[in-house]
């Protein structure tokens, strides 16, 4: 009741209507800096980089598929080995990252597993049978697959949670130790 008191007046009654907008965008910013802060700490569910993850299921799909190849067509004994060992440990690794990317929420089907199918080393075996070079030319054929398998796995490591950099790392060094074999073949 004290006359030279003024009344309070509200913080944005009497603001022009520019700050008003800007502190409405700013409460909307911060709000979603909480909410995105607090989804990252629920889990990595949903941030899975399926453009980097699908390769490699991919790779491992074809790896399998050319080391039948390299099973039912090989002369030498030695690459014949080479081939079943491919097989299963490719198996295996394609197993294991499956398995992480269904506890991720990701699934992907056959067809598009089968999608990096090589025509163009398909050709080069072809040939090779009918020139006797089936040995040399599977060997350079798995040598470049393999190692694209590698450039695959790593573009998915750098995007992976903690649990698919162990799955992914231990297929590295798996088609590393199968680099290495094949270079002593």
């Given amino acids: 009741m004290n006359p030279s008191q003024s009344p309070r007046k509200a913080p944005l009654k009497n603001s022009s209507l520019p700050v008003r907008i ?3 965008l700013g409460g909307l910013f911060l709000l979603m800096i909480i909410v995105a802060m607090f989804m990252r700490l629920l889990g ?24 039948d190849s390299g099973v ?8 014949k080995n080479f081939a079943i060992t ?27 597993l089968g999608l990096r199918h090589n025509a163009s080393a398909d050709s080069q075996l072809e040939s090779a049978k009918s020139s ?8 350079s054929v798995m040598q470049t697959t393999l190692a694209n398998y590698q450039k695959d796995l790593n573009a998915a490591y750098s995007s992976a949670d903690t649990a698919g950099k162990t799955v992914l790392k231990k297929d590295f060094d798996a088609a590393q130790l199968l680099l290495t074999q094949l270079g002593q073949i």
Avoid: C, H
């Avoid at 006797?132 to 060997?139: N, P």
């Fill in 86 to 112: 491919v097989k299963l440990a490719t198996s295996s690794q394609r197993a294991d990252f499956l398995a992480y990317l269904k506890t991720n929420n990701f699934a992907p089907k056959d067809k598009d």
């Fill in 22 to 24: 800007l502190m409405v």
């Fill in 72 to 79: 039912e067509s090989s002369v030498g004994q030695t690459n």
């Fill in 132 to 139: 006797s070079t089936f040995d040399i030319a599977y060997k």
């Fill in 44 to 67: 990595s569910s949903g941030s899975l980089n399926k453009s980097t993850m699908l390769p490699v299921a991919q790779d491992q799909t074809e790896i399998m598929r050319l080391a």
